[in-house]
């Protein structure tokens, strides 16, 4: 017969205590690439919202593999990016306990869907936000043009303010996210430069990313509420016989120190996390209004849209630019997903590996579809009663 183990590993990683509910619905960004002068300017992150997934067929490049030269399918997530506007840029200053803001400059004119963002009730408003503010550029920009000198001569780190243009989405929302990205690349001087010159002007993800790059995502994720210790922590269920339930943790500790550990599994939050995954591979970036907006490919001709029919679930059309990226992401459909570079430059096969797709799934998401376009399934059903 076995017997009782005296001990064993751990059930769940204590790292990301306190496993508690995340204060904003979006991503934040905690750390950026590491900024190189002899670089060109440059953004360094970027703000979509997930649409859902599909599946790709695509030919594997990597000579010595059993995979070389063969198909394989993998899952994909659709991430739809409309531009970003610029409104802001904020400098800081290096101290011994961190980064401190010196000042923030906001740009002339500001869209309602981002003063919605400094309002908790915009229809009782008087919707007087930065009334007072644009009287600076009224007077010649001489205090703009202060405080930008101002930043150039102090600060060592420089990000720029940019808003959603969520209006232009699928779905009912009207208040902007707002976000600080980091501008990395030449002199401060120069950043500051290009972060004024990009004030009130859209910015596209393909200005920041490129198919075939490896990127880092950061986002919320899925909200479970509360949880037992099994589905939370992943502890053992009891045997069968025991009583008062088996769903449990047996032993919460010992009778002295009288009090519970930190480090005993409880029942509580599961999920609406703040996480950051690494290492996405893009597959494909997509404008609006031309030929990359679209599920064809050099093997697949059919004319068809990246979205499937009937829509995405629970979230609709895709119209604006949109990002694929291998894999999942964390968070439901239409929530913000913050789009970062990779910390560190990614030198492995799978990163470096130039991916051709061969096919993109479009058939539709409600059930088994069978069909990749609404003609396919006419063709094949034929003329059925209205």
Not at 100 to 111: C, P, Q
Not at 208 to 226: H, L, S, Y
């Amino acid at each position: 017969m076995s017997h009782c183990k005296f001990e064993h590993p751990r059930c769940g990683s204590l790292g990301f205590n306190p496993r508690k509910r995340c204060r904003r619905g979006r991503g934040k960004v905690k750390s950026f690439p590491r900024d190189k002068a002899t670089d060109a300017v440059h953004l360094t992150a970027f703000m979509g919202y997930k649409a859902g997934m599909t599946h790709i067929v695509r030919e594997v490049e990597k000579p010595g593999s059993k995979l070389h030269k063969k198909e394989t399918c993998e899952p994909v997530t659709i991430i739809e990016t409309p531009p970003l506007i610029i409104v802001g840029v904020v400098g800081y200053v290096k101290t011994p306990r961190g980064l401190r803001s010196l000042n923030t400059i906001w740009a002339e004119h500001l869209s309602d869907e981002l003063k919605r963002k400094f309002y908790k009730n915009w229809y009782k408003s008087k919707r007087k936000a930065f009334s007072k503010y644009t009287k600076k550029y009224t007077d010649g920009k001489k205090e703009i043009e202060a405080e930008l000198e101002a930043l150039k001569k102090h600060c060592t780190v420089i990000r720029v303010l940019a808003h959603t243009q969520v209006k232009k989405l699928s779905f009912g929302q009207k208040k902007a996210h707002l976000i600080e990205i980091q501008v990395n690349g030449g002199s401060i001087a120069a950043k500051v430069d290009y972060a004024y010159s990009q004030f009130e002007k859209p910015v596209t993800v393909d200005a920041v990313f490129q198919a075939n790059e490896m990127i880092d995502t950061i986002a919320i994720t899925k909200g479970r509420g509360t949880l037992g210790v099994i589905a939370r922590w992943g502890v053992t269920r009891l045997p069968r016989k025991t009583h008062r339930g088996l769903r449990k943790v047996a032993c919460v500790g010992a009778w002295h120190p009288a009090r519970v550990k930190w480090t005993v599994a409880r029942a509580g939050q599961s999920g609406f996390f703040h996480r950051t995954e690494i290492n996405k591979k893009v597959y494909k970036v997509g404008k609006k209004g031309e030929a990359s907006h679209c599920a064809t490919t050099d093997y697949d001709v059919t004319k068809k849209d990246i979205t499937p029919m009937g829509g995405f679930p629970h979230y609709g059309i895709v119209k604006e630019d949109f990002i694929i990226v291998r894999g999942s992401v964390p968070g439901t459909k239409k929530r913000p997903i913050t789009l970062r570079r990779t910390l560190l430059a990614q030198t492995s096969r799978s990163a470096l590996e130039e991916i051709k797709m061969k096919f993109i799934d479009t058939a539709s998401k409600f059930g088994h579809g069978r069909f990749q376009t609404s003609e396919e399934k006419a063709k094949n059903y034929g003329r059925v009663k209205a």
